[in-house]
């Protein structure tokens, strides 16, 4: 089956600094993928979706400029939450949406625990 | 509010029992989904019905879709202490791929 994977799959840093967290389809090209950010106990919301060589599009009340997200090829996707802050802590979740996929079904990678200190 | 609401929240039975969780949508969909996601990991996708069927069965799952009511329920019969897990819905809409959660069932299963 299709498989996501996300690096890191944890990380604490220091209220001020950057966090990259990558999102990669391993066997199967995604011209979309999609960023979650989930906090605990609660349900996915989504973020942003992201498009092959095009800008993202951001959700309503989601910062552009703090959470960066490149998707510079069919296999990799990129969020950069910039000068992180405590109320940044969370659990954050791509999926990917496969080139040419038999439905409409989103691979989702394992998420990245950020804890902001 | 949120698309896709879910009951109950939190489903507590005994090994070999079912689970029935229902889930409640507000828009016209091309498709709902139902996920499994185990604590603090990530999502794995059990299911996906589309606007024009109506019934669904994967192994041990059965899924129904009543587009008049825009409900779902989620079926897990002879319930294993495996199956203990949140348990989401999410819609796609017509206008696009973007999913929409549901704010999920917390199942355990007791062995």
């Known amino acids: 089956g299709a498989v996501v994977s996300q690096h890191p799959s944890r990380v604490i840093c220091k209220s001020g600094t950057s966090v990259k967290i990558e999102c990669r389809s391993l066997?199967?090209?995604?011209?979309?993928m999609f960023w979650y950010r989930q906090f605990p106990k609660k349900s996915l919301m989504l973020m942003a979706t992201?498009?092959?060589?095009?800008?993202?599009?951001?959700e309503q009340g989601v910062e552009k400029d703090k959470f960066l997200i490149n998707h510079a090829s069919l296999t990799l996707s990129t969020l950069t939450v910039t000068s992180a802050h405590p109320e940044d802590s969370s659990f954050y979740i791509c999926?990917?949406?496969?080139?040419?996929?038999?439905?409409?079904?989103?691979?989702f990678g394992p998420g990245t625990r950020l804890t902001v200190l | 509010s949120q698309q896709g609401e879910e009951d109950p929240q939190a489903l507590s039975i005994q090994e070999g029992e079912n689970a029935t969780m229902n889930c409640s949508y507000k828009?016209?969909?091309?498709?709902l989904q139902w996920y499994r996601q185990n604590s603090g990991r990530g999502l794995v996708h059990l299911i996906l019905?589309?606007?024009?069927?109506r019934e669904k069965h994967s192994g041990r799952l059965r899924v129904t879709l009543d587009t008049s009511k825009k409900s779902s329920s989620l079926l897990i019969t002879a319930s294993r202490a495996a199956d203990t897990a949140s348990y989401f819905c999410?819609?796609?809409?017509?206008?696009?791929?973007?999913?929409?959660f549901g704010e999920g069932t917390q199942l355990t299963v007791n062995p």
């Open positions: 828009t016209s969909i091309n498709n």
């Open positions: 066997d199967f090209q995604a011209t979309t």
């Open positions: 999926s990917a949406r496969p080139y040419q996929g038999a439905g409409n079904e989103q691979f």
């Open positions: 999410a819609t796609e809409g017509t206008s696009g791929s973007r999913l929409t």
């Open positions: 992201s498009n092959e060589g095009s800008k993202a599009t951001y």
């Open positions: 019905i589309r606007s024009n069927e």
